[in-house]
C-alpha cells in the first residue's frame, strides 16, 4: 500500500467552496416546498417529503401512514404505473416535459416489494446521481420515491451544444483523475481504447481504456482497464456539466471512482474511495441449521457465555460437511465438474504476491476428490498452512455464496445490481462476480471491501492476523463476522446510489453499521440470548498478548446488545465532544471521536439489533430473520444518496409498511429506544462532526405501546 496520503472523497454539488466558486451556493432560506409537494399533499394528505440540502429538490417521498399511497392502484405494469406517476408529479422536482422524457426505468426488481429502478438521461448521457428507487405495491400503487431528479438538463444539454468549448478527450481525463489520486503525471496518450464485446456495459455506456506503459516504466501499473461513460454532472442552480465518470485500480492504492470536467479543464467533480475498511476475521464452520447457517467462526464465542468481560476463550470446532447446489433452485454456485473456487458469484483465492489480482505465485481454492472441498484446519499450524490456506479458501467461498442467496431471497438481484458474472437475462450488469482475496499480500489483521457500481467486480480483501502471536496467526478468510462486515459494504454500497450514495460522513457510518448488523444478525441463533446477551463483532482474530476480552469488546467500544447496561449508546453518541455514559464496560483499545465512522456506525446497528430483537419476540428468530432481511434490503432501496440517519430509518419504514405493516410498532420502538423515534433530527447530511441530533424516544400515536 503506498504511503502517500489518499485524496478525500469530494462532490461537488456538496461542496460549499466549490458552489460558491460556481455561483450556485444554496441557502436555507432558498428551500420552499415545491409546488408538486403541495399538490401532493392536497390529495395523498399523510404525506412526508424530505429535501436535498444541496439542491433545495425532494429526495425522498413516502406517507407517513402505513396505508398512504402515493398513487391509486392501477392496471398494467408496474412500469408504467411508475411512469405515470414521474410524468403526473413532475412538478415535485420542477422537471420539464423535456426532463421527464429523459427519465427511464432501468430494471424491476423484486417479487413481493417490487422496486423500480430509474435514471434520468439527456441525449442518452445519464445524469449523474440520478439513481432513483420507486416502491411499488401489487396493485401497482407508488409507495415511496426515493432519490432525486435534476430539473433543467435537457435545456442545459442543448444550450451546451451550441456554446462549449473545447472537448477534453476521455484518456485526458483519465490522466487527470490518475495524477489526482497517485501524484504521479501520467499521459494521456497512454491510455489505449479496448475493443470490447457486445454486453450489458456497453448497453450501459461503458467504455474502457487500458494503460500501457513502457518496459522501465516505474509509475503505478493498473491492475484493471479504466471504466468509463459519459455523464451529465449537476453542480445547482441548474448548471450541469458534460463529465466523465470512471473507476481506478492502480497497483498500491484503494479503487476510486472520479468525475472529471469534460470541457475545457479537466477538474475533479468527484472522487470517492470505494474501499471500506474494517478489522475481522473467519473461516466457516457450519451451524447445519435449515439454511446452512455459518458458525460466526471456527471458535465461536457469540453471544458472550457470562455476559462480561471476563477474559473468555471460545473451544475451536470441528468442521461440518455441508452438501449443497445453492440456496437458490437453477443457480448453482459452481458448474459440473468444477475443480476450484470459481464460481458465477465468486472468484475465490489466496492473493499471496504482488500485483494484485490472480497471478504467479497466488493460490486458488481447489477440491480434495470429486466435487469435494475437504481440506482440515489445523490450529495448531499458521493460517499460512497451505492446508490451512485451502481450508480457509472454501470457507470463505461458502460465505460469498451463501449471502448471495440469502439476500437474492431478500430482494438483492440482479436487476437491484448484484454480483454476478451472468445475470440471465435478469437486469442489471453482469460480468461483475464478487474477487474474494484471501490471505492478501496487501497488509495484516485487517480486511476490506472495495465496490465499484454495477458491472465491474467488487473485490474482498481478507488478511492473516498475526496479532496473536505467540499462538499460530489466524487468518480472517473463514470468520463470519468478518466476511458478512465486509459483504454488507458492498450490498449498501450498490443499493444506495449504485455505489456513489454513500459519500458523506453519516452514509460512511451507517455503512460500517449495516456491515456489523448483517455479521451478528445472520449468525444469530434461534437459541441465542436476545434478551440480554452481549454479541461482538468478531472474536477468535482479535486476541492479543496484551487483549484477552476480544469474545466480549471484540473492534467496537460495546458489544451489541439489547440490555442498556452492556450497550449504552443511543442516538446523540454519534456527535462529537458528546460524553459517554458512566457506567458499562467499554474497551480500553478503542479510541476516537464519537463521529468516526466506526464509531458513530455501532449506533445505527444498535438500533438496527433492537429492531431484529423486537422481531425475534414477536415471530421467532427464523420468521424475524427473513423479515428484516427483507425490510432492510428494501430500506437500502428506499433510501437516498448523501443520507442521514432518519433517511435511512424512514427507508426502512417504508418497505415495513409496504410488506407487513403489522410490524411497524416493532420497528419503530426498536429506533425509539436508540433516541430515532418519531420527532428524532439528524445532523445535517454534509456533517462532519456529526452536531446537532435531536433525539427522540417516542413513537407515532397510532402505534404508541411503549418504547421497550
Excluded at 385 to 406: C, I, K
Excluded at 430 to 440: Q, R
Excluded at 659 to 679: I, N, Q, T, Y
Aim: contains cysteine; aromatic residues 10%; hydrophobic residues 35%.
Amino acid at each position: 500500500m503506498t504511503t502517500r496520503d489518499l485524496p478525500q472523497d469530494f462532490h461537488a454539488l456538496y461542496d460549499p467552496g466549490a458552489r460558491r466558486a460556481r455561483g450556485t451556493a444554496l441557502t436555507m432560506s432558498e428551500l420552499p416546498e415545491t409546488v408538486g409537494h403541495g399538490r401532493l399533499a392536497a390529495d395523498v394528505g399523510d404525506l412526508q417529503v424530505d429535501y436535498d440540502e444541496a439542491t433545495g429538490l425532494p429526495n425522498r417521498v413516502a406517507g407517513l401512514s402505513p396505508s398512504a399511497r402515493l398513487s391509486t392502484p392501477s392496471e398494467g405494469s408496474a412500469e408504467d404505473a411508475v411512469e405515470r406517476f414521474v410524468a403526473e408529479r413532475a412538478d415535485l422536482w420542477g422537471l420539464s416535459p423535456q426532463d421527464v422524457e429523459g427519465i427511464e426505468i432501468a430494471s424491476v426488481s423484486g417479487s413481493r416489494l417490487r422496486t423500480a429502478h430509474l435514471v434520468q438521461r439527456v441525449d442518452g448521457v445519464e445524469v449523474f446521481n440520478s439513481e432513483v428507487t420507486a416502491a411499488i405495491t401489487p396493485s401497482n400503487e407508488v409507495v415511496s420515491v426515493a432519490g432525486q431528479f435534476f430539473p433543467g438538463a435537457a435545456a442545459a444539454a442543448a444550450a451546451s451544444r451550441t456554446a462549449r468549448g473545447v472537448d477534453t478527450p476521455a484518456d485526458e481525463a483519465i490522466a487527470r483523475a490518475t495524477l489526482d489520486l497517485t501524484g504521479v503525471p501520467y499521459e494521456a496518450s497512454s491510455f489505449l481504447p479496448v475493443e470490447e464485446a457486445a454486453g450489458s456495459n456497453q448497453t450501459a455506456g461503458y467504455r474502457s481504456y487500458r494503460f500501457e506503459g513502457t518496459a522501465t516504466d516505474a509509475r503505478p501499473p493498473f491492475e484493471r482497464p479504466v471504466r468509463l461513460k459519459d455523464v451529465m454532472f449537476p453542480l445547482g442552480g441548474g448548471q450541469f456539466d458534460p463529465a466523465y465518470y470512471l473507476e481506478l485500480w492502480v497497483k498500491g492504492f484503494p479503487a476510486f471512482a472520479y468525475v472529471v470536467d469534460a470541457v475545457g479543464e479537466p477538474d475533479v467533480l468527484y472522487r470517492k474511495n470505494l474501499r471500506a475498511d474494517a478489522a475481522f476475521t473467519y473461516w466457516v464452520h457450519n451451524t447445519g441449521d435449515a439454511v446452512c447457517r455459518p458458525e460466526d467462526g471456527p471458535a465461536p464465542g457469540s453471544p458472550h457465555p457470562t455476559g462480561a468481560p471476563d477474559g473468555f476463550q471460545a473451544s475451536v470446532i470441528r468442521q461440518q460437511p455441508i452438501t449443497i447446489e445453492s440456496l437458490l433452485p437453477s443457480d448453482p454456485w459452481l458448474p459440473a465438474g468444477a475443480t476450484t473456487t470459481e464460481g458465477n458469484n465468486c472468484v475465490a483465492y489466496a492473493d499471496l504476491s504482488a500485483p494484485n489480482g490472480l497471478g504467479l505465485g497466488d493460490v486458488r481454492g481447489t477440491v480434495t476428490g470429486s466435487s469435494t472441498f475437504g481440506h482440515i484446519y489445523d490450529h495448531a499450524q499458521p493460517a499460512s498452512d497451505p492446508e490451512n490456506l485451502q481450508a480457509s479458501l472454501a470457507g470463505m467461498f461458502f460465505h460469498v455464496n451463501w449471502l448471495h442467496d440469502r439476500w437474492y431471497e431478500a430482494g438483492f438481484d440482479e436487476a437491484a445490481g448484484n454480483a454476478q458474472r451472468d445475470n440471465f437475462g435478469r437486469g442489471g450488469l453482469d460480468g461483475d462476480p464478487i474477487v474474494a482475496e484471501g490471505n492478501d499480500f496487501s497488509g495484516t489483521d485487517n480486511a476490506n471491501m472495495q465496490t465499484p457500481a454495477d458491472g465491474a467486480s467488487p473485490r474482498m480483501q481478507m488478511f492473516e492476523f498475526t496479532s496473536v502471536s505467540p499462538l499460530p496467526s489466524r487468518t480472517s478468510n473463514f470468520e463470519a463476522l468478518i466476511t458478512f462486515h465486509e459483504m454488507g459494504h458492498y450490498i449498501t454500497n450498490r443499493l444506495v446510489g449504485n455505489a456513489a450514495g454513500l459519500a458523506n460522513r453519516q452514509g460512511g457510518a451507517m455503512g460500517e453499521g449495516w456491515g456489523d448488523f448483517f455479521a451478528i444478525s445472520m449468525t444469530s441463533q434461534s437459541g441465542d440470548d436476545f434478551t440480554s446477551g452481549a454479541f461482538p463483532i468478531g472474536g477468535w482474530t482479535d486476541l492479543t498478548p496484551t487483549f484477552k476480552d476480544n469474545y466480549y469488546f471484540s473492534i467496537r467500544r460495546y458489544p451489541y446488545s439489547v440490555d442498556m447496561s452492556k450497550n449504552p449508546l443511543t442516538f446523540r453518541h454519534i456527535s462529537s465532544g458528546v460524553v459517554l455514559p458512566v457506567g458499562p464496560p467499554r474497551n480500553p483499545n478503542v479510541g476516537g471521536g464519537n463521529n468516526a465512522v466506526h464509531n458513530a456506525g455501532e449506533v445505527w446497528c444498535a438500533a438496527l439489533w433492537e429492531v431484529f430483537v423486537n422481531l425475534v419476540n414477536s415471530h421467532g428468530h427464523a420468521d424475524a430473520e427473513r423479515r428484516m432481511l427483507e425490510y432492510v434490503i428494501g430500506g437500502l432501496k428506499l433510501t437516498p444518496s448523501m443520507p442521514t440517519f432518519t433517511q435511512a430509518r424512514d427507508g426502512i419504514l417504508s418497505a415495513v409498511g409496504a410488506l407487513d405493516p403489522g410490524d411497524l410498532p416493532d420497528v419503530w420502538r426498536g429506533f425509539a429506544k436508540r433516541g430515532m423515534g418519531v420527532g428524532a433530527v439528524s445532523p445535517p447530511s454534509t456533517s462532519s462532526s456529526l452536531a446537532g441530533v435531536v433525539e427522540d424516544f417516542t413513537t407515532p400515536g397510532t402505534l404508541r405501546g411503549g418504547t421497550s
